[in-house]
């Protein structure tokens, strides 16, 4: 039959079909991403595609013939939209190996993307946890906004003891109106321990790490704000021995051999007695930080039996567990936030 006297379903067809390699034919020769774009428009654009154009012919078709001929629609838009695909493809692949682009030199070394890391110290008190952890040592958290009777008076520090100067801690003007209560920036994490006997008993074996403050003026081994590894054993039977002992099992852990440790007398309000800890590592001898035996005192103040029971606590530098650790020399290194520092570790 010549092609003026076909039927409207067979002209529909043959059109499609037509459309169908013409489609093939541009998707296929396409040699770059925007000639595949450009050729998706052509055809298969929502407003004036090719395609779009032909599917408004279905309304000439008549009823009998129109399930067939919306088949056929189907299929051309199926196997458009798969030249299409194909083709988006083959380009991406080949501008991944650069053969569409000669000037692409695929020998020369990638821009490598660096990958995020934790600060030093959030690493540093992800290890102390996890050493602790393994001693039995459960976390415990308190605000870094203490009260007087946390920070000070239930630490058995008096009104008048000079720990308590303004000079030596950050008071907050703002908070003491709330309630008239006096308010500072903790001083010392061992606010945690007050915190956690009020609200339990014992046995107790806590750590908590946290930021603590002072008004000290920034030097290579001070620094406003810091943190601090509070350490809590108490039961029956705690003794300066079992002190010792944890200190030097945390050391050893921490450090990877086997540590000495060494105390030597101190004085702390909360603790009697206080010793002040060192251990051996790299030929010297380096200070830990406070520890010493609950003061009976602090135990009235939460309510213990100072009879049945006796407790440790130590209070280290995370800071400077986390130099030592890594040879930083200077504690600003580790609040610059300079990424060319931070990214070493
Ligand atoms: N809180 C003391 C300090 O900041 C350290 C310490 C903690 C001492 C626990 C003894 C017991 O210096």
Redesign the pocket.
């Given at each position: 039959m010549a092609p003026g006297n076909s039927s409207p379903l067979e002209s529909f067809v043959r059109e499609l079909d037509a459309l169908l390699e013409a489609a093939r034919q541009s998707f296929g020769s396409a040699s770059s991403l925007q000639q595949v774009e450009e050729a998706r428009v052509a055809f298969l654009g929502a407003k004036s595609g090719r395609f779009k154009a032909a599917q408004k012919q279905l309304g000439q078709i008549p009823a009998d013939a129109k399930p067939t001929a919306g088949q056929h629609l189907n299929r051309v838009k199926n196997e458009i939209q798969a030249a299409f695909d194909a083709a988006k493809a083959r380009f991406a692949t080949e501008s991944f190996r650069g053969e569409a682009d000669p000037t692409f030199d695929r020998t020369l070394p990638g821009t490598t993307s660096r990958l995020g890391r934790l600060h030093p110290i959030t690493q540093t008190i992800n290890e102390l946890m996890d050493i602790m952890g393994r001693l039995g040592f459960s976390p415990a958290y308190g605000p870094e906004v203490e009260d007087e009777r946390h920070n000070f008076e239930a630490l058995n520090i008096p009104a008048d003891h000079p720990a308590r100067d303004p000079l030596d801690n950050f008071y907050l003007s703002v908070a003491s109106k709330r309630d008239g209560e006096t308010r500072l920036l903790r001083s010392?994490?061992?606010t945690v321990q007050i915190r956690v006997m009020e609200n339990r008993q014992p046995p107790i074996r806590v750590i908590s790490l946290g930021r603590v403050y002072r008004p000290d003026t920034a030097d290579p081994t001070h620094y406003p704000m810091f943190h601090?590894m509070?350490g809590l054993m108490v039961d029956e039977h705690v003794n300066l021995a079992t002190l010792k002992t944890v200190l030097q099992l945390f050391a050893t852990n921490y450090l990877g051999a086997s540590v000495p440790v060494r105390i030597r007398p101190s004085f702390?309000p909360?603790?009697e007695p206080?010793v002040e800890a060192d251990y051996f590592w790299n030929g010297k001898w380096t200070e830990f930080?406070?520890?010493?035996i609950i003061d009976p005192n602090v135990f009235k103040a939460v309510g213990y039996d100072t009879e049945r029971y006796t407790g440790f606590?130590?209070?280290l530098g995370v800071e400077r567990l986390c130099m030592i650790r890594h040879g930083i020399i200077d504690i600003r290194n580790l609040y610059t936030n300079d990424v060319r520092f931070l990214r070493q570790f």
């Open positions: 010392q994490t061992s601090q509070e702390f909360f603790t206080s930080g406070g520890a010493g606590a130590f209070g």
